[in-house]
């Protein structure tokens, strides 16, 4: 395998890109509702709305179409979901702001905790420290609660058949370097030329820097699981196959024995495409639920 840090692979015209949590590994529900959740509640001192706090983070992250977004973005996101939502106690807990937060996601630099932490000693901004300490203090839990996880069953002989024609490369906003312990846990990392991590980018610039390595000849296949993928998979010009959620193993099982080989030969065509990927967003929501939005009965 090439290195974390690398975007090399073999010689093929033929380059696969794969997202990993949800999409390879059972793990988006974990590390969700047992990581990020509960300390985004501990971090800011939600407990007295924890129910409220859950309702949205679990909506973003795991339930809408923002699902699988850099959890900085899902972050913000939850926030300004939770200060639109009418129906909480009129004597709840401050929200944050999250100014800063919203300044460094639209300052164009990668959204990594590497980045966020020069940007805190750069500036000493309070809010971004507490941004950041959640963010380490998460990826610290869950290297103690999300152990060796397994992949779908069938994703495990899906990627082994891709990795046979095309450069496999693990295209993701976790950080790498819990990509690279997770991957190295399932036996899968023989079938991947590299790993690239949230340091990298986001997920349009990895496959273009993916097309800029492989040349214009090559043809570019993203997977993954979440709307993200899909959007980073049209601004690179690549095609995309959808990993439902809820039906992975059938997906990947599909994706070997029919939409892989149609790739291969050329027939992978636009209209294709659509019909999996109008059925991948039907499944995903854009609009909360209606209580949300209806008046607290008390405080």
Known sequence: MGGPQSLQGADTDVVVGID??????????????????????????????????????????????WRGQ??????????EWLTARTDLPADHPPLPPLTALRAYMHSGQPLSNANLAATVDRTADPELRRVLDWSLAVDEHIQRVVHALPPFDAARSAIARLAESATVVVVSQTPTAALVREWAASGLQSYIQSIAGQEQGTKSEILHTLQQTHGTSARLLMIGD????????????AAFYPIMPGDEDASWQHLQTEAYPRFLKGTFDHAYQQQWVQKFEHRLPDQPPAHWFTTATGS
């Open 226 to 237: 979440a709307p993200g993928d899909w959007q980073a998979a049209q601004a690179a010009r």
């Open 20 to 65: 990993s949590d949800g999409c390879v590994f059972d793990t988006m529900e974990i590390k969700q509702k047992r990581c990020f959740h509960p300390l985004i509640v501990r971090h800011w001192q939600l407990a007295a709305i924890e129910a409220q706090v859950r309702e949205v983070a679990e909506f973003v992250n795991l339930y809408s179409r």
């Open 70 to 79: 850099n959890r900085f973005v899902a972050l913000l996101q939850t926030f």
